[in-house]
């Protein structure tokens, strides 16, 4: 009970179990997991809401959320989400997946998805590197990063260049809301919530496909202690990824939340 002198900082949202995560510590997953849960809360959409986990990390996402989850093959998110949307069209479906689930396996599927103009919603989490598997060499992994499969840094010569995910899927007509936000400090967690909360207003109205890119710290593969991790973010990512709205349908433009 809370009383006249007591204030209240943080409460668990109701749609998080009540279960510690397996994350590492300063991994900014649960962050991201937590301002998901905050926005199905507040929008009142906990009894219609289906997850789908992807294989990485975020593997036992459906541990930490309670509602209805489901868990995709690797990189085939996107089309299980689809194929539950399209037969539950009532239901708020949306993707959890990291950038070596989304950007390297499931490449075709997340591009398909967004041309196809499926109206669910992809929480897209990027930490330059495959980080269950042991930190190998990502999609997104930067221009001289050291990884376990790159050891002497991204050749850009021999290995090519990161994919910037947001700005590619904001070329496809089908896309609603395209934005990348990142989770390095207070005021962009804030951002993040925000993008999150109009992300899934896009699939409410039916605007067609939605996704968040959040930028997100790896501190144990990183070989970093979690704060000199998130620095990296803003240091080295966010210059590479920039913070941006890439597409954002009018009607969601005109909404002040």
Not at 24 to 52: F, K, N, S, Y
Not at 64 to 86: L, N
Not at 88 to 109: C, H, K, N, P, W
Request: proline fraction near 5%; charge should be negative.
């Amino acid at each position: 009970m809370v009383t006249d002198t007591e204030i209240t900082v943080y409460h668990r949202p109701a749609t998080l179990t009540d279960l510690g995560t397996h994350y590492c510590p300063g991994c900014t997953h649960g962050i991201a997991h937590r301002l998901v849960a905050e926005v199905i809360d507040e929008m009142g959409l906990r009894e219609t809401t289906i997850g789908v986990a992807s294989v990485g990390c975020s593997v036992f996402a459906y541990n930490y959320f309670d509602f209805d989850f489901v868990q995709a093959p690797h990189g085939r998110a996107p089309a299980m989400a689809t194929g539950i949307k399209r037969v539950l069209s009532d239901r708020i479906v949306f993707t959890y997946q990291g950038d070596g689930d989304l950007a390297s396996i499931g490449m075709g599927e997340i591009v398909a998805a967004a041309g196809r103009g499926e109206n669910i919603t992809v929480i897209f989490i990027n930490n330059a590197n495959y980080g269950m598997t042991g930190g190998q060499m990502a999609p997104t992994t930067l221009p001289g990063m050291k990884t376990t499969s790159s050891p002497n840094g991204r050749d850009v010569e021999s290995q090519g260049y990161p994919i910037r995910t947001a700005e590619l899927l904001a070329t496809q007509e089908g896309a609603g809301y395209i934005v990348r936000r990142s989770l390095h400090d207070p005021k962009n967690i804030r951002l993040a919530k925000k993008a999150i909360r109009l992300a899934f207003e896009t699939q409410v109205r039916g605007l067609g496909f939605s996704l968040v890119e959040l930028l997100s710290s790896c501190p144990t593969n990183w070989g970093m202690d979690p704060v000199d991790a998130l620095r990296w973010i803003e240091q080295n990512m966010i210059p590479y990824f920039p913070i941006n709205d890439f597409k954002v349908h009018p009607v969601i433009a005109s909404l002040r939340i």
